[in-house]
């Protein structure tokens, strides 16, 4: 798999490596609450919400688990965004 470096917004000047990414999921489940506090427990967890409420995560290939203060459907609308033109730009 080739990596195109491209980049994913995820609020306040933030960016994820969009092939990077496995999955944007909402915080609020019992078990994403767990798979945060392990996350930080085993030096994982990048915290880039500054300071505002969690309101999803980003889970990538790393294992690495991304907290944002962006909605999940905006991320992903982001994430689908970036790919629809990578795909794009690639037909042409």
């Given at each position: 798999?080739?990596?195109t470096g491209k980049l994913v917004?995820?609020?306040?000047?933030?960016?994820?490596?969009?092939?990077?990414?496995?999955?944007?999921?909402?915080?609020?489940?019992?078990?994403?609450?767990?798979?945060?506090?392990?996350?930080?427990?085993?030096?994982?967890?990048?915290?880039?919400?500054?300071?505002?409420?969690?309101?999803?995560?980003?889970?990538?290939?790393?294992?690495?688990?991304?907290?944002?203060?962006?909605?999940?459907?905006?991320?992903?609308?982001?994430?689908?965004?970036?790919?629809?033109?990578?795909?794009?730009?690639?037909?042409?």
């Amino acid at each position: 798999m080739e990596r195109t470096g491209k980049l994913v917004n995820i609020g306040f000047g933030n960016f994820v490596v969009a092939d990077r990414i496995i999955a944007i999921v909402n915080p609020n489940s019992a078990p994403m609450k767990r798979l945060r506090e392990e996350a930080k427990e085993a030096h994982r967890l990048i915290d880039a919400t500054q300071g505002r409420k969690t309101r999803s995560i980003i889970i990538t290939d790393s294992n690495h688990v991304i907290l944002t203060a962006i909605q999940t459907e905006t991320i992903a609308q982001r994430f689908l965004s970036d790919v629809t033109k990578l795909k794009d730009e690639e037909n042409e």
